[in-house]
């Protein structure tokens, strides 16, 4: 489900719940896909925890501007300090 396009769920949906859930799990919200589907980032940097907890909040407050801000937010932290140089130049 893409929240820019369709919105947030309704509350306590099973669509809902679903993407809670998904949010919730350190290795399968947006953080852990990045670490690939691990929740290590937990224990090895502290901004990607921060960045996967307000992932979290700006769903259960329904604000689509504070998701498009955390997705920025995490992108720009990701380049910056764990994508490798050789990453970047196939980029």
């Not at 998904?22 to 901004?47: H, R």
Request: charged share 25%.
């Amino acid at each position: 489900m893409n929240l820019r396009q369709e919105g947030f769920p309704f509350p306590l949906s099973f669509a809902w719940w679903k993407l809670y859930f998904a949010l919730d799990s350190p290795s399968k919200c947006i953080v852990g896909e990045a670490y690939g589907y691990s929740s290590q980032y937990e224990n090895d940097c502290a901004e990607c925890d921060r960045l996967g907890w307000e992932f979290g909040h700006s769903f259960l407050m329904r604000s689509t501007k504070n998701l498009d801000d955390n997705i920025e937010e995490f992108v720009t932290h990701w380049n910056d300090k764990h994508m490798s140089k050789k990453e970047m130049t196939y980029r």
